[in-house]
């Protein structure tokens, strides 16, 4: 195992003990927010998209995307602009990643197999992801949920990454335009522009790197997706107790 795959290991494995087994919360600061987190850093992403209104603007001529994260504006010129490009380390394997963050997701949930269990007693849900198991378990069996921090929106979530979506979109109205000139497609969400530009204008395909399998997708998340339905035959049952239903997920062939 390469020092890279080891240090991504570790740091997932040192997040999933501080915020599962050891509890470390950090709070955001805002005054009357519950809002929780298991990283110092995202309680600053939180308090900037959340609490105050800074957006930092797209220097590009031309681009009017708009950003409550420097790290997300850097990103979005790296990917939209200079099409920047993470390859996976492993030899053999051609997949390529607009994040640095997703190159280590993949080295860990689909070469070395990495997962991560759910703590509760008797679920065996297990998660590619350490910040899955938080989702998983706040949602499921903890029911917490995150409310609209504008007066008089009674709206509640179950991640509190959609209570800024909800504010960006609901209340704010804020819209990523596509910057490839001529298009006039507008997206609610930042990561859809990503997509969109990759999908429609760059013709980007994602291969599943399993010996024999030919498919193709436009998104990676749709590669997961191929993964836990047609490979790992993964499905999620119904937390309830006494109900039987086993869902599998919805099929895209895209």
Do not use: W
């Not at 109205?173 to 930042?190: I, K, L, N, S």
């Amino acid at each position: 195992m390469n020092s890279v795959t080891l240090s991504a290991r570790t740091d997932h494995l040192v997040l999933y003990k501080n915020s599962i087994h050891d509890k470390i919360q950090c709070p955001c600061p805002g005054e009357s927010c519950d809002a929780m987190f298991t990283q110092i850093g995202r309680v600053k992403r939180h308090v900037d998209g959340v609490h105050s209104s800074v957006h930092y603007p797209c220097p590009v001529k031309g681009c009017e995307s708009m950003f409550t994260q420097k790290g997300d504006l850097k990103q979005h010129v790296d990917c939209v602009h200079n099409n920047v490009r993470y390859p996976c380390p492993v030899e053999g394997c051609d997949a390529m990643f607009t994040q640095i963050g997703g190159v280590k997701q993949h080295v860990d949930g689909v070469h070395n197999n990495v997962r991560f269990p759910c703590p509760v007693e008797g679920c065996d849900a297990m998660f590619t992801q350490k910040g899955s198991v938080i989702k998983h378990v706040d949602s499921v069996h903890n029911n917490v949920r995150h409310p609209c921090p504008v007066e008089g929106c009674d709206a509640m979530f179950t991640q509190k990454g959609d209570v800024k979506k909800h504010v960006d979109v609901i209340h704010n109205h804020v819209r990523y335009p596509c910057p490839v000139e001529g298009c006039h497609a507008m997206f609610t969400q930042y990561g859809n522009v990503k997509q969109h530009v990759e999908s429609v204008h760059s013709n980007v395909r994602y291969p599943y790197p399993v010996e024999g399998c030919d498919a193709m997708f436009t998104q990676k998340g749709s590669v997961k997706q191929h993964v836990d339905i047609v490979h790992s035959i993964v499905r999620y049952p119904c937390p309830v107790e006494g109900c039987d239903l086993i869902v599998q997920p919805e099929r895209k062939c895209t």
